[in-house]
Nanobody, 118 residues
């Protein structure tokens, strides 16, 4: 059974930090590249960051220099370190795993809420 389980979300003040985790199971982690997306109320889901062997690290312009994506293949886990958080970063954050060979084969996590507010 494929599972992507996000954790680490919560309420944080502007300027604060959070680290999101995405624990994967039920598939070969190394055969997938990982991404983080977010969706704010009333807005479309958007790509925040991705990590692939071919393209390396990619970030949305809005988070460059503040967010860092990483993976730990030994733990089958992806991370999103978020620093200098802003109120506009408030959203539900989702991780996604895409098969590196089979285009269209991907899995979503259930999402974790991040709220940046004073």
């Amino acid at each position: 059974q494929v599972q992507l389980v996000e954790s680490g979300g919560g309420l944080v003040q502007p300027g604060g930090s959070l680290r999101l985790s995405c624990a994967a199971s039920g598939f070969t982690f190394s055969s997938y590249y990982m991404s983080w997306y977010r969706q704010a109320p009333g807005r479309e889901r958007e790509l925040v960051a991705s990590i692939t062997a071919r393209n390396g690290l990619k970030y949305a312009d809005s988070v460059k220099g503040r967010f860092t994506i990483s993976t730990d293949n030994a733990k089958n886990t992806a991370y999103l370190q978020m620093n200098s958080l802003k109120p506009e970063d408030t959203a539900v954050y989702y991780c996604r795993a895409d098969n590196v060979v089979l285009v269209g084969r991907y899995y979503w996590g259930q999402g974790t809420q991040v709220t940046v507010s004073s």
